[in-house]
């Protein structure tokens, strides 16, 4: 076993961050890694809250990892929003605010990069949320903001998302269109104390009408002020409640099934990618110069590479 | 020289709509097509819109085609925006707004689906760019939602990329956060009628201040009332300022040398990539029942996966 899953299997939150670090800068030994840590999974209950910036995400966040700590559960956090105060874009002193964690060995808080190449933020967000869940917190947090393919894909971890809304903010709209209501397991109107609040409620509930009509499951609604720490005890319930749900209805095995397949399936894109690459860092990318100089267009070039690569392949063998 | 290409450089539009179909369904002439339109392009002004949804970038977009269909110039539109009625997400009736632009044959709208594989959209988006300067026309639009990587990849083939936001939105800090700041060409205050212009013109000054204090081009800020065709004018002025200040500085040409670099390097990525899953489909996907019944995990499934297709590879030429 290597070193750091054993030092991760016995709690060793500096194992944690290094093996998390290993994921992002892809480290040689990370495969060897996860393999060793996939038996050391315990399957905590993977939450992903997602919606528009500004729906008070981080907040919510915040305020969730409290209620959860009083209940002397521990929570690690991996936030993918680039406008979240956990994240390294923060630039307004938000993350003053959520520094009270920091110090607490109960909660492990980290922020993905979002400007890696492309494809790279969802696996290596799910390979930290795997390398979280073998240390043996009780619950995962991820955080990301609700638009876009990336987004999309990070949640397909998750056991339960939920996604966050204002009232008055027009979101459900938006919501309904970026596909995000289909993958919703909960709702949560955040700053509840603003107006509107009846009027979305409505709209949410037009919405399931039509989209979860016939759906073994209906996505709750819950109404939250995270400032006023209003609304916590019944979303940690309705939290609770779902993944009761996903264990009885066997529905939450065939979730963990379809997110191991899709594991499977970035592992491989991203060691081929990588050797050709690498490949073509060794030669001295030669097509680059023709490229720019109008000389070959990028399909040839493509091509070109793909064909080195083969012959190079079999050269090695041969 | 594919037919379709010979046809795209006639100004054939049904043989445009086939050949970006090709480009979505990954036609096996794909490739063959895109190299033969590649010489076929004309270099057309290609401009990135982005920004939150409900700036109003549709129906800026909108009004800007009319206005440049004045000027009797032909506009080739993308929509990339999950939330634009340009694409097939909109379910309010927003769609019918732009009928208007159906009819006229120097106007052509195109919406990318956003539920691809991973890295998809960004792909088809470009290649479908690439198509639409191979037929000719004078300006390429692209409408994107500001916020996920695959958003931020798409706009690196636009020359001039404009962010567009609404006054009291707080949308300032957003983009900063969102790395969209360093990208920006161009600001758009739509809605300028709302009240919070003044604060939001200084607030993007300081921004610019900031990013931009030493940079040789400093993006203007211009105000549109876009449902009132205010603003029009001067945007377009600036669009155009803008494109005259890459092809004098060459900007222009080293911005488009690095859009197609990194053609490459998706073509690449997936030519590989199908070649891969189209041999564990002939193969029946072995590993997957061993995945499913916990006897493997999910490294070694792909370790697996990776050897076969290495061993298959050497043995046909073998």
Redesign the interface.
């Known amino acids: 076993m290597h070193e750091l899953a054993e030092r991760i299997h016995y709690k060793d939150e500096r194992a944690l961050a290094r093996a998390i670090s290993y994921v992002e800068n892809d480290h040689p030994d990370k ?1 060897k890694l ?2 060793d840590i ?2 050391l999974q315990k399957k905590a209950h993977f939450i992903g809250l997602t919606g ?3 729906a008070g995400k981080s907040s919510l966040v915040n305020r969730l990892i409290t209620h959860l700590r009083k209940q002397q559960l521990t929570v690690g956090v991996v936030a993918v929003d ?2 979240s105060p956990f994240s390294g ?4 002193g938000d993350r003053v605010r959520m520094s009270g964690h920091f110090t607490d060995s109960g909660v492990f808080i980290r922020s993905m990069g ?3 190449s ?2 790279g ?2 696996r290596t967000t799910k390979e930290t949320v795997r390398l979280m869940d073998a240390y043996g917190f009780d619950v995962i947090l991820i955080e990301t ?1 609700g ?7 990070i949640m397909k971890i998750a056991d339960t998302i939920a996604v966050v809304l204002n009232p008055g903010s ?1 979101d459900v ?2 919501v ?4 995000i209501m289909e993958i919703a397991d909960l709702f949560v109107i955040n700053k509840a104390d603003l107006p509107g609040v009846p009027k979305l409620m409505g709209e949410l509930h037009s919405m399931l009408d039509l989209v979860k009509h016939d759906a073994p499951y209906r996505p709750p609604i819950v109404k939250t002020i995270s400032v006023q720490n209003k609304g916590l005890d019944e979303l940690w319930d309705r939290l609770k409640e779902h993944r009761h749900y996903l264990e009885r209805s066997g529905e939450g095995e065939s979730r963990r ?1 379809r997110s ?2 899709h ?3 970035e ?3 991203h ?3 990588k050797e ?2 690498e490949q073509e860092e060794r030669n001295g990318f030669p ?2 110069r023709e ?2 100089a109008g000389e070959m ?7 070109t ?2 064909n080195r690569w ?1 012959k190079n ?2 050269g090695k ?2």
């Open positions: 495969l996860l393999t996939h038996s528009s910036p500004g680039p406008t874009g923060a630039i307004l979002t400007r890696g492309l494809g933020l969802a903001v638009v876009g393919q990336s987004e999309l894909d027009g709209v938006q309904f269109k970026a596909g099934l191991l397949e594991e499977v399936i592992v491989v894109h060691e081929l990618m050709v690459w097509w680059l490229v720019q267009d990028p399909y040839t070039a493509a091509q590479i793909l083969r392949l079999i063998e041969g």
